[in-house]
């Protein structure tokens, strides 16, 4: 398979390494192809958390600087109103919003201090209703409110996260998925792949 964008990165990293390679299946001198991707993968984790963490965990300020890391799956809500992230959604990071699939209820994502205000009934004024249900994410559990809700389709909106999917482990290079990240991204990517070798070789910039 191809990973354009994440063989992109790796190579433009090599460059500002002075390890430059042709392609990112190519060894360096000083970095393997495997060393040199896991560098990216790191990159690709820490450029999304500082993001993440500079506004605040805000979602709809997060999807206006990444729109494509937003993706709508449809799972399979049990019988105890609840769906456990699994293959092939482990890449998920952040609830957006959902939808019953059968009734076409918009389903609002409430923080995940809302958990135990929805099990105990602590606020019936603001309680969740079958026209107005409410999902909450812990633990890489999603619960639907009310628990009546159950045993249907969710089409969830979640931001994701820069891994395999079926796995949840990190990108390969010529692997089944690339970077989920616009191409505009790339040479930023890169940079912090850059800070963190030069910050495990202890090299100055």
Known sequence: ??????????????????????????????LSADDRTAYVNKALFKYQQDVWMQLGGDVK????????????????????????????????????SGKLATSGKYVNAAPKEKYQIFTSGFNPTFAPTTDY??????????????TTIASTNLEVAFITLPVNPTSGAFLTQGGSYDSPFYDLHNSAIAEVAEELYRTDTAQST
Do not use: C, W
């Not at 399979?76 to 769906?83: E, F, I, N, Q, T």
């Not at 409410?134 to 639907?144: A, K, N």
């Open 1 to 30: 398979m191809a990973t354009p964008r994440l063989d992109l990165i790796s190579v433009e990293f090599s460059r500002r390494i002075n390890d430059p390679v042709a392609a990112a299946a190519n060894a360096g001198n000083v």
């Open 61 to 96: 300020k997060f999807i206006q600087v990444f729109p494509e890391l937003v993706v709508i799956r449809t799972v399979l809500l049990g019988a105890s109103a609840s769906y456990v992230l699994a293959n092939p959604n482990l890449d998920f990071f952040a609830l957006v």
């Open 133 to 146: 249900p409410q999902m909450v994410e812990l633990s890489r559990t999603i619960y639907i409110f009310p």
